[in-house]
């Protein structure tokens, strides 16, 4: 199956300043690639994905990068607010057997610094 | 909220007793999945089902049971045999296909003692 690695796991940045969380991935054939927000005690969130057939996609201060030579795709947020404050997963889909079905990075702890 | 509904939030339960965690969505998806979450560990499937009456087995199936007798519903069953329920489990749903997001209920956290 699919293996999603995520680093860094702890994040620390003060506010204003940028972040960036990167993944790998082990499946070539992997075409998408969401990332979501999980804030203390509630449901992970679609915040961001990209296809394969492109290499960077926007959302006001988030973006999301691909490199499908390298198998990494990477999370950026500017400009950081305190509510950005939350655990980021990224995720690769697996496609085994007829089936489809995403594979979760362990995710990384990002704490905004007022 | 979103669309799908997992209750109850909150389930304490004694060791050795099997336990039902309900899901519900209204999204009209034909996806369905189960998702055990703890400290460090990410998201690790448990079931999932892609059409009623059909559902496979996860990267942690042992000790879990489901059906999916209707398309709104997907409940899971932790039973005894399960070595550590002690854990917070999210449902989600997606349309069918590749390049689907999840929608995520609340989850529910399960405590056993």
């Known amino acids: 199956g699919e293996n999603v690695e995520q680093h860094p796991s702890t994040l620390s940045v003060q506010e204003g300043d940028s972040a960036v969380i990167k993944c790998t991935y082990s499946?070539?054939?992997?075409?998408?690639f969401p990332w979501y927000k999980q804030e203390l005690g509630k449901r992970p969130q679609l915040i961001i994905d990209?296809?394969?057939?492109?290499g960077e996609k926007k959302d006001q201060r988030i973006a999301v990068t691909l490199n499908k030579t390298a198998k990494h795709f990477s999370l950026h947020i500017t400009e950081t607010q305190p509510e950005d404050s939350a655990v980021y997963f990224c995720?690769?889909?697996?496609?085994?057997?007829?089936?489809?079905?995403?594979?979760f990075g362990k995710g990384t702890k990002l704490s905004v610094i007022p | 909220d979103g669309g799908i509904t997992q209750s109850p939030k909150y389930l304490f339960r004694k060791e050795g007793q099997n336990v039902t965690l309900s899901c519900e969505q209204n999204l009209n998806h034909d996806a369905m999945y189960w998702y055990r979450q703890d400290p460090g560990q990410g998201l690790r499937l448990i079931y999932y089902s892609q059409i009623v009456n059909d559902f496979q087995k996860g990267d942690i199936a042992e000790g879990y049971s489901v059906s999916r007798e209707k398309k709104e519903s997907f409940p899971l069953t932790v039973t005894s045999a399960q070595k550590n329920p002690t854990a917070f489990y999210l449902c989600?749903?997606?349309?069918?296909?590749?390049?689907?997001?999840?929608?995520f209920g609340n989850g529910t956290r399960l405590t056993v003692t």
């Open positions: 995720a690769g889909p697996y496609s085994g057997a007829g089936s489809y079905q995403l594979t």
């Open positions: 990209i296809r394969s057939n492109v």
């Open positions: 989600a749903s997606s349309m069918t296909g590749n390049n689907s997001p999840l929608h």
């Open positions: 499946d070539s054939a992997s075409n998408y």
